[in-house]
């Protein structure tokens, strides 16, 4: 028997999920038998933030009826991953150490939880590169398989502007404040 894809999709907040979600909400992957949201973001400071943007997520994910999971909130634990990095651009080594961390950390979440393969909406905003995020999972995904999907822009437009989201203006750690 034919094994299916059992993904996690790791989101860092809702306004860049909601079309990825929708998508897989909808079964526009059919290959994709059943996948989960998962929060896992300790770059997001500060925790007011983090909280803001979780609380966020889980509403929309409630509204469709999608399984998600949540990560800890370790902020010490992801600046040792970024030490020395505070100075670099967004797009630079700091935000691949970054991608890394969270990587890691599905990886080894989705093993533990029955799931096979891992996306994420890491690369979907225009501040970001997707050929680095994917590079990244490549390079820290190595027990499981990384799906570089790319997800609906024109949906993912769409629903933000149909709905009120929780919007932040910048990416999530101190060091990217006034930065995007
Ligand atoms: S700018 Fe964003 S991706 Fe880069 S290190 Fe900060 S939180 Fe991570």
Request: glycine letters at 16%; a neutral charge.
């Given at each position: 028997m034919k094994i299916g894809i059992r993904l996690v999709l790791m989101s860092c907040c809702t306004p860049c999920s909601a079309g990825a979600i929708k998508q897989l909400h909808d079964g526009e992957f059919p290959e994709v038998d059943d996948f989960v949201v998962l929060f896992y973001n300790p770059n997001i400071f500060p925790e007011t933030e983090y909280q803001k943007r979780l609380a966020e997520q889980i509403k929309y994910c409630e509204s469709l009826g999608t399984k998600y999971a949540v990560g800890d909130y370790n902020h010490k634990e992801w600046l040792a991953a970024v030490?020395?990095?505070?100075?670099?651009?967004?797009?630079g080594a700091r935000c691949s150490e970054c991608f890394k961390h969270r990587f890691k950390f599905a990886q080894n979440w989705a093993i533990q939880n029955g799931y096979n393969t891992i996306a994420s909406?890491?690369?979907?905003?225009?501040?970001?590169d997707q050929n680095q995020v994917d590079a990244c999972a490549i390079s820290e995904i190595q027990k499981l398989t990384y799906l570089p999907a790319k997800w609906d822009n024109s949906l993912k437009q769409k629903i933000n502007q149909e709905s009120n989201f929780y919007r932040?203006?910048?990416?999530?750690?101190?060091?990217?404040f006034r930065k995007v």
């Open positions: 030490n020395g990095l505070g100075n670099e651009p967004e797009r909406v890491f690369g979907v905003s225009k501040h970001k932040q203006n910048y990416c999530g750690c101190e060091f990217s």
